[in-house]
């Protein structure tokens, strides 16, 4: 590959941001994200007549709805995204190591692609409506694909349904997703409502009264719980019992003395191995205060493997850890509850 010269890199730069529209740039969320985002002072600084950048601007997101938010120069001569912005963050759900590509479209105008920790686009951010919270949206959907799954699995294994001159056809193990699925709208539900109750609001205890999660007898969650407690491993290894937490709200914090031990204290993406069938899943750890948390990728895992409360999986640390740069392997041994 032929060197190019100091000279012909001015050139080249200068011909990019002086010729060439629709620059973008990028922005990983960090640290105290929510109130405002910095605008790369790179992209400041070469942008011609960058001072325009300055006042009320249009945020395009996945969805194609727009937000508007206000372009401020502050006394360290940054431009932040401000007024506004609180809200895009809120309506995509924003988290910490997102990574978003802003393109611009003109002055006035922005286009936002959004990334997690898997490193593909997050899904639920091309159903965000403006002003409505995208969390929230699923859960005000009716569950009726799901309750059409349900019925027609006590006349067989699989259905058809017509929609939109198509046709559908639902396996067994869709049918048990799709039941794995209300649940966890039930569960997001419930704490979406909790968050918007006060002592003064009145709100409704039970969402959905008749759906009550699976209850086994102490005694038999005892032998499940000895039953894995006797696996043995040669490995750095720990036990969880699923909680509802685990199963329904898709994220599983790991021991934090076993992390700290092992684990390293960074963002990155692991991989959750079977070893029976040596399926895998790559599933986005998070570092947080109080410690690693397994998210993106997770709830694959916990509908592919039909997850329940009380179920028991055994971690064995099978490759990578904190002192070993390879990609880190967890084998998942399942101790079923029923």
Request: hydrophobic share 30%; aromatic share 10%; glycine share 4%.
């Amino acid at each position: 590959m032929a060197t190019t010269c100091e000279r012909c890199k001015v050139i080249e730069k200068q011909k990019y941001w002086e010729e060439f529209d629709k620059h973008r740039f990028f922005k990983v969320m960090m640290n105290d994200f929510r109130p405002r985002l910095r605008i790369p002072h790179k992209f400041v600084i070469n942008l011609k007549d960058s001072y325009k950048l300055l006042g009320r601007k249009i945020l395009r997101g996945p969805s194609g709805n727009t937000w508007t938010v206000e372009v401020k120069k502050r006394e360290d001569n940054d431009y932040v995204f401000c007024n506004g912005w609180e809200q895009f963050v809120k309506d995509h759900c924003l988290e910490e190591a997102d990574l978003l590509v802003f393109k611009m479209k003109s002055f006035s105008c922005f286009d936002v692609t959004i990334f997690d920790l898997s490193a593909c686009e997050k899904e639920e951010t091309f159903f965000v409506k403006k002003n409505r919270n995208p969390c929230k949206h699923p859960d005000e959907v009716t569950d009726e694909h799901t309750s059409d799954q349900e019925e027609s699995s006590e006349n067989g294994h699989s259905t058809e349904e017509e929609s939109y001159g198509k046709k559908y056809v639902f396996h067994s193990s869709q049918l048990r997703k799709g039941k794995k699925m209300k649940k966890i709208l039930i569960a997001k539900q419930q704490i979406n409502r909790k968050r918007e109750c006060t002592p003064s609001s009145t709100c409704k205890r039970n969402i959905e009264p008749e759906e009550k999660m699976p209850i086994f007898s102490n005694r038999h969650r005892e032998e499940v719980f000895q039953q894995a407690s006797r696996h043995k491993s040669s490995v750095p290894s720990f036990l969880m019992t699923m909680q509802p937490t685990h199963v329904y709200l898709g994220q599983l914090k790991l021991p934090k003395k076993w992390a700290n031990r092992y684990m390293r204290k960074k963002y990155e993406t692991i991989n959750l191995r079977i070893p029976s069938s040596g399926r895998r899943w790559a599933v986005a750890v998070s570092y947080r205060q109080e410690g690693l948390v397994m998210q993106s990728g997770w709830e694959d895992f916990v509908m592919d493997n039909d997850l329940e409360e009380f179920d028991i999986c055994v971690f064995e640390l099978a490759q990578g850890g904190k002192h070993n740069l390879i990609p880190v392997v967890l084998d998942v041994y399942i101790y079923t509850s029923c």
